[in-house]
Nanobody, 129 residues
Framework: QVQLVESGGGLVQAGGSLRLSCAAS????????MGWFRQAPGKEREFVAG????????YYADSVKGRFTISRDNAKNMVYLPMNSLKPEDTAVYYC??????????????????????WGQGTQVTVSS
């Protein structure tokens, strides 16, 4: 069982920056691909960014490419998402998620929420115009 706790959300003006963090516990963190998802009111949960076992592969939604950067520190069981040039449309609850991968899958990052077994409680990001 993996527990995930997000932090770093808040209110920021358009063009500003935030850095989300996700602390993991209770499992072999390095065996999980990690993802960030978001859900805005009235909308479906959407993939934002993902990172493989050791960071060898990353994957971004087109809407955040060049603005968000996912990284992980396996020694600290942490995943990070610095977000720059924030836009009002980035407003959402952001979730951290973990997807167990075998050695053969170590470079695979899925954008599909259904493939992630564990989820955090979410952190609110609000970008004002």
């Amino acid at each position: 069982q993996v527990q995930l706790v997000e932090s770093g959300g808040g209110l920021v003006q358009a063009g500003g920056s935030l850095r989300l963090s996700c602390a993991a516990s209770g499992g072999t963190f390095s065996r999980y691909a990690m993802g960030w998802f978001r859900q805005a009111p009235g909308k479906e949960r959407e993939f934002v960014a993902g990172i493989s076992w050791n960071g060898g592969a990353t994957y971004y939604a087109d809407s955040v490419k060049g603005r968000f950067t996912i990284s992980r520190d396996n020694a600290k069981n942490m995943v990070y998402l610095p977000m720059n040039s924030l836009k009002p449309e980035d407003t959402a609850v952001y979730y951290c998620a973990a997807d167990y991968k075998t050695f053969a899958e170590r470079l695979i990052v899925s954008p599909r929420a259904a493939e992630y077994e564990y989820w955090g409680q979410g952190t609110q990001v609000t970008v004002s115009s």
